[in-house]
């Protein structure tokens, strides 16, 4: 069962950088995080869960326009881990951050669109002064 576990939420000042970590476990049997599409959400009370990255098994990279620039998404095949940097953070970059798989007709495909399925507790990151 594939687990994907969120980490290095923080309160961060208005222009600030943070880098979120997702660590990835549970693969099908001789895959690694590379054999699969990953991607970065948040959701801030009252909107909607808003894609926001994504990292194809090819390496390729997506970025939803509310933070492209600002954002690089990346991956560490040997610790099974994406990673998100965000810089210059905003105060609307405020909401909790959920990575996850995305997948289309059984296909490692970024689209950046939610799953159906459950999500994790996810990292809450604050951008204040």
């Known amino acids: 069962q594939l687990q994907l576990v969120e980490s290095g939420g923080d309160l961060v000042q208005p222009g600030g950088s943070l880098r979120l970590s997702c660590a990835g476990s549970g693969f099908r049997t001789g895959y690694t995080v590379q054999f699969y599409a990953v991607a970065w959400f948040r959701q801030a009370p009252g909107k909607e869960r808003e894609g926001l990255s994504c990292i194809s098994t090819t390496g390729g990279t997506n970025y939803a326009d509310s933070v492209k620039g600002r954002v690089t998404i990346s991956r560490d095949n040997a610790k099974n881990t994406v990673y998100m940097q965000m810089n210059n953070l905003k105060q609307e970059d405020t909401a909790v951050h959920y990575c996850?798989?995305?997948?289309?007709?059984?296909?490692?495909?970024?689209?950046?669109?939610?799953?159906?399925?459950?999500w994790g507790q996810g990292n809450q990151v604050t951008v204040a002064s």
């Open positions: 996850a798989e995305n997948m289309t007709a059984g296909q490692p495909i970024c689209t950046m669109r939610p799953h159906s399925k459950e």
